[in-house]
């Protein structure tokens, strides 16, 4: 069932979509939208679907410049977008994030598209489960309309950029999850915003938001934008044609894997195939597999392709110099020296003067690389007595205040 985002409606509301009544739906909403946004795109449908949950939009460039949201992103107010699908139901997101829809179902409509059965199907189950609800008490309160909706998902991007990642990304069901967990065994992220390497501490280093790029640096053939796939086989042959594809990552069993099942059908049935394909040799296919078991080849081969290597030497550098630091110039470190007991603003009046007349952070390595710890603490220990500051083991008190 699709309708996830409404809790306050029953799930069997939003009815899963045969394909024209989807296709219908899909052809309207982004007619109405493209009155709304330069840019409206439905992401690539995976292959082979039966039927369909909710109706995915990405959006960008509002065309109603004075009409924009109250929080002045550069959206159209979800308002607007309300009354222009005609939805009766909304979860509004502010800014660039997805903002959730449920647009009725008029009665009858899917018979002018052949499936009128089905809508009928889907009434009565909808009627049955609400009266199976009508006494419940527990639980959160369920608004009983018995009407049947779509649910349709609105996601704005900030610029046209964004907005052919999240396009691209969101294409082929699955095909970006596929992806990303391909390169994430090799120590790579891989999301809308791009390819990312994770430096912890760091925060990630960020090589490239180009699609084009990653894909030619994975290996895989492709031209942007990417056109449909006939199957999931010709899916799944495309990713596998990454030189970093390696079917014997992939295993169906496992804590987590089940839970994927459901919302995630394609995935579930692409790890199948690869685990499949990592028994048998068919046609020779596993030669070209180049299994590795070490991230560190894989994330230099990242850093030289993508130009980042002196980007990410540098933060390394960085890294080492502020640990270093830290084992040598603590508060802790300085509060001994000093012996200032529990009086930390003088600690930092001492540290920033030690600073400030060293040169900064670097000049006290430089000063212990130099003159060792012994000077530094002597320095340490003259600042505090020329600020005026009295060490805790001569502070004096007074019998009588306790």
Known sequence: MGGKAF?????????????????????????TLSKLYELVQVPIEAPEKKDYGDLDLIVAHPKQKPELAADNSDTVSPDIVHAAIGARHSIFMGGYRTSNYAVPIAPGQWATLGCGSKEEECRLQLKMDLLAIKDEEDGEEIEKDGELYYQVDVHVCPDEAEWKRNVFFNSHGDMGMILGVIIRNHGLHLGVHGLKMPDPPNSPLHLSDDFSDILRFMGISATLPLTSFGTRQEVFRWIAGSRLFDPTRFRSTGTGFSKVKQERAMYHDFVRWAEELSKVDVGGTRTKFRPRGNHQEVRSEALDFFSKREAFETRAAEQATRTRLKSVWSGHQVRDWANMGEHWKGV???????????????????????????????????????????????????????
């Open 7 to 31: 809790k306050n409606l029953q799930p069997s509301a939003f009815p899963r979509m045969p394909p024209p009544v989807y296709r219908d739906l899909k052809a309207r909403i982004q007619t």
């Open 348 to 402: 930092k009046l001492i540290m920033d003067a030690v600073r400030a007349e060293l040169g900064g952070d670097a000049g006290i390595l430089q000063t212990m690389d130099k003159e060792g710890e012994k000077f530094l603490r002597s320095k340490v220990i003259e600042t505090r007595d020329r600020l005026g500051l009295i060490p805790s083991s001569e502070v004096i008190v007074d019998a009588s205040s306790k």
